[in-house]
Each structure stands twice: as structure tokens, then as C-alpha cells.
């Protein structure tokens, strides 16, 4: 089991461009989940999807940020004409019961 | 809605000594609770899980979690850490039937030589 994995685990991106995060939930989890973690606003919630459609996207930005799975082995983030307020880590994760398990994160950088 | 404070943001002790992080909830019920940790360039770790039953749970490098339904509380603690054990600490609830994890603002722990 290699748990959640995330791609890339680094990205640099300069203001205006476009953004694609991906996710591989571990094999077999019903629930995948993204959040952002920032120093100020600490670990924040963004969207969640069970058996692959979309349940809450709560946390979103709504105007940039948008969310996909399209199969059960991934699910992407996708974030349009970033901003220097975007730069975050964005974490990645899934679960079968209570438990969520967590990828690596990928550390997004908006130049 | 549920909430996850941790009161401490740093909290700094010596090699060998005992660790207590802290943590209070607010939920109306009694939530699934978690204790993860981060190390550098890490994404989160589970070290433990309270769902029901022994308020005192065991989790991984000798971790242990009190569950106190009284007093909202759900705090960490080991015996004896080490250096290795220097990271950040976050406390966690998700609802019981629910689905979002709500995160405490996290506790940086220094273990000094």
C-alpha cells in the first residue's frame, strides 16, 4: 500500500497561469477529500467526493478553483489564473471508514 | 458546528521528559477524534483514534490519547520523547455519520537536547 499519492509534490507557477494537481486515493476508498494548508489560515477544508461524484465543494474558491475525479484512481485540482494567495500546500486524501489517511501534499508556489 | 482548539502553538521540552499537548473540542455529541503529526515536508501521519469505549487509547511510538467527555477534551501524551519526536501536532474531529475532518490550528513541539 503506498498510501495517497500526489503529483508533483513541488510546483512553481507564475501569476496568471494554470495549475493542475493530482491525487491517487489508495485503492479501494470510497471518499476523497483536498485541503489547504497555509501558516495563517492553518489546515482548510476544500471539497470532497464519495464513489466518485462530487459531494460538498464548500471550501472552494468558486471563481478559479475547480475539482474533478473521473475515475476512482484520481482526482485533480485544478486552479485558473493563480494568484500569489493561492500559494499553499494542497493536501490530498482518502478514506473507507472513519479514518482519512493523507498524501505528501503538494506545495504549490505562485510567482 | 464542531470546533478544535489547541491552545498551545509551541510548546518546547527536554529530551526524556513527559509531553502533554492539549486539546478541547466542541461538539454536541461524541465525535470520532484523531491525532495527527507533521514532519517537515510531510504530509499528515495518523497517530491515534478515539471512537467509543476506553477513554484511553494507544497509538503509535508510544503515544497515548485521554478522551474526557466532561471536560471536551481530548489530550496527547507520551512519556518520554524524543528528539525524533519534533514536529507539529494537530487534533482533529469528524462528526459521527460525517465526512469533513475538522483540524485544530496545530501544536509545533521542540524536543531539546
Known amino acids: 500500500n503506498a498510501g495517497v499519492i500526489q503529483t508533483p509534490r513541488h510546483k512553481v507557477t507564475g501569476k496568471g497561469q494554470e495549475a493542475t494537481l493530482w491525487c491517487e486515493p489508495i485503492s479501494g476508498h470510497s471518499a476523497v477529500f483536498w485541503y489547504r494548508q497555509t501558516i495563517v489560515q492553518g489546515l482548510e477544508f476544500l471539497t470532497y467526493f464519495r464513489n466518485q461524484a462530487p459531494i460538498d465543494d464548500s471550501g472552494m474558491p468558486k471563481e478559479r478553483f475547480s475539482a474533478q475525479m473521473p475515475n476512482q484512481s484520481h482526482s485533480t485540482l485544478k486552479i485558473q489564473s493563480t494568484q500569489p494567495q493561492d500559494s499553499a500546500v494542497y493536501l490530498c486524501a482518502s478514506s473507507l471508514g472513519a479514518e482519512v489517511f493523507f498524501g505528501k501534499g503538494t506545495r504549490l508556489t505562485v510567482v | ?113
Not at chain 2, 23 to 31: D, E, F, G, N, V
Not at chain 2, 64 to 72: I, L
Open chain 2, 1 to 113: 458546528a464542531q470546533s478544535v482548539t489547541q491552545p498551545d502553538a509551541r510548546v518546547t521540552v527536554s529530551e526524556g521528559a513527559s509531553l502533554q499537548l492539549r486539546c478541547k473540542y466542541s461538539y454536541s455529541a461524541t465525535p470520532y477524534l484523531f491525532w495527527y503529526v507533521q514532519y517537515p515536508r510531510q504530509g499528515l501521519q495518523l497517530l491515534l483514534k478515539y471512537y467509543s469505549g476506553d477513554p484511553v487509547v494507544q497509538g503509535v511510538n508510544s503515544f497515548e490519547a485521554e478522551f474526557s467527555k466532561s471536560n471536551s477534551s481530548f489530550h496527547l501524551q507520551k512519556a518520554s520523547v524524543h528528539w525524533s519526536d519534533s514536529a507539529v501536532y494537530f487534533c482533529a474531529l469528524r462528526r459521527t455519520g460525517g465526512y469533513k475532518v475538522v483540524f485544530g490550528s496545530g501544536t509545533r513541539l521542540l524536543v531539546s537536547p
